[in-house]
């Protein structure tokens, strides 16, 4: 069913979403996908071949790249859902409430796959699935918290009530990524805060992060309902 | 189960994931809808 905000912005069936509406806007929106795939694979072949393997932490190590890429991806997407939730109550516009809840859906996908490599590099370098440390539990914590904005979304009839009500959630539930941050960085435990690396190690760092920022990217963007409105809609 | 083969995994769980909710998201946009 489309919601408001569809209706708002009037899709356009084939269209590509709002961000790259526009003439040639099906050519960049495929361009674009294409670029972040091959930024995938290109990282990808960098941990495969190029990054050497830790001689302290072995093989695993190697999972440190994707892992660090997607938290920061997850803070990306939280930020989006709180720049979104903060103009709609400035604003009241559709658009932000659209990058609000877009941002909050990218939030779940990324934190759940930082959930999942920090579950396997847990098990092979402590022994154990998980333990109660505070950037996990943070973490944890995180990924629950924008689960429920999802929810909330789901739940709530489909209104201005609804946008205003997830708006305040989402501003509230972005509290929680400076605590996951500083967490990491100052009460480590057994989450390392950092590591030694090597420039081959460095650069495979940054292809992931770019990778990863581009995924992001996409993920919100295609996230917005798609279609220009039908009055500017110029496709042939 | 080995370091590499766990690597493995995570990476490919990892991606499937989010590749798969990214390829979601772009037939829903072909489609010409929207989410709640």
Redesign the interface.
């Given at each position: 069913m489309r919601d408001a905000t569809a209706r708002h912005f009037g899709t356009a069936p084939g269209a590509p979403p709002l961000w790259l509406a526009g003439p040639s806007g099906r050519l960049r929106f495929r361009l674009f996908w294409l670029v972040t795939l091959g930024l995938l694979g290109l990282a990808i072949a960098l941990t495969t071949w190029y990054a050497p393997i830790d001689p302290d932490l072995g093989p695993i190590q190697k999972l440190f790249y994707f892992h660090l890429s997607v938290a920061i991806g997850t803070f990306l997407a939280c930020l989006a859902s709180f720049a979104g939730s903060v103009g709609y109550l400035w604003q009241r516009e559709a658009i932000w409430d659209a990058l609000g809840a877009s941002g909050a859906r990218a939030a779940v996908a990324l934190c759940a796959v930082v959930l999942l490599t920090g579950v396997f590099w847990a098990k092979q370098a402590w022994g154990v699935w998980w333990e109660w440390n505070p950037p996990l539990t943070f973490s944890l914590s995180l990924f629950a918290l924008y689960i429920g904005y999802v929810a909330l979304r789901r739940w709530l009839a489909d209104s201005e009530r609804r946008s205003g009500v997830c708006a305040v959630y989402g501003i509230i539930a972005f509290f929680n990524v400076p605590l996951v941050y500083v967490s990491a960085k100052l009460l480590p435990d057994s989450h390392p805060s950092s590591l030694e690396l090597t420039a081959p190690m460095r650069l495979t760092l940054v292809a992931w992060l770019v990778a990863v920022a581009a995924l992001t990217v996409g993920l919100i963007g295609t996230g917005i309902p798609a279609g220009a409105p039908a009055e500017r809609d110029d496709r042939p | 189960m080995?370091?590499?083969d766990?690597?493995i995994?995570?990476?490919a769980?990892?991606?499937a994931?989010?590749?798969g909710?990214?390829a979601l998201?772009?037939r829903?946009?072909?489609?010409?809808?929207?989410?709640?």
């Open positions: - | 080995s370091a590499t766990t690597v995994l995570a990476h769980l990892g991606l994931l989010l590749l909710y990214a998201l772009v829903r946009s072909g489609r010409g809808g929207g989410r709640r």
